[in-house]
Structure formats: C-alpha cells, structure tokens
C-alpha cells in the first residue's frame, strides 16, 4: 500500500505559475507509476497528467500539455506537477494517484490509491 499527501494549491492569477507536490509513504514508490487527476466543481475527475514508474514516460491531457510538467523523485518518495502558464478553466480540486499496474491509465478506476487533493484556484 501507498498513502498520498498533496501540497502547494493556493490562489494564483491567470498566467501565473504553481508547484505542486505528493509526498508518498512506503518503501516501494518506485515500483508505482503516479499520476495527476483533478475536478471542478460539479465536473467529473479528470486525467491530467502520468509518469511511469521509471521517470521514463509522460503523458498529458491535451489541456494541459506545453502548459504542465510531471516529474518524479525516487529518492525522496515525491512526485510533482509544475503548472505553468495556468487559466481559470484549470481551477479544481487537484489529486494524486499512483498505481502498479503495467499501463498507465487516464480513467479514474484505472488508479487505486487516492491522495485526499489539494485547491488550486486561478482568478482572470
């Protein structure tokens, strides 16, 4: 098992930049590929973007990608999601996920751990 902890939401205009980051317990991080979900406000959960347990493949959401970066540290249990150039339409309630199985998934019960998600919130 693996247990997920979201940090770095926060309020920012349209245009500017966040950081955010999942910190996962457990010995084996590295064996679970780890990804990024997130829902607004009377939407349903969706994919933004993965990277395999390797760090060696990514993968977006068209409406994120040129915008959004993910990156894993294996030594320090963490997995991050730089967003930059961000718009009000990427206001949500941001999740981390990590899963083992061989292919990434960008449905949601294609995941089976669930961090509890962190509020990111874009002003125009």
């Known amino acids: 098992q693996v247990q997920l902890v979201e940090s770095g939401g926060g309020l920012v205009q349209a245009g500017g930049s966040l950081r955010l980051s999942c910190a996962a317990s457990?010995?084996?991080?590295?064996?679970?590929?780890m990804g990024w979900f997130r829902q607004a406000p009377g939407k349903e959960r969706e994919f933004v973007a993965a990277?395999?347990?390797?760090?060696?493949?990514?993968y977006y959401a068209d409406s994120v990608k040129g915008r959004f970066t993910i990156s894993r540290d294996n030594a320090k249990n963490t997995v991050t999601l730089q967003m930059n150039s961000l718009k009000p339409e990427d206001t949500a309630v941001y999740y981390c996920?990590?899963?083992?199985?061989?292919?990434?998934?960008?449905?949601?019960?294609?995941?089976?751990?669930w961090g509890q998600g962190t509020q990111v919130s874009v002003s125009s």
């Open positions: 990277i395999s347990w390797s760090g060696g493949n990514t």
């Open positions: 996920a990590a899963d083992r199985r061989i292919l990434i998934s960008t449905v949601v019960r294609g995941w089976d751990y």
């Open positions: 457990g010995r084996t991080f590295s064996s679970y590929n």
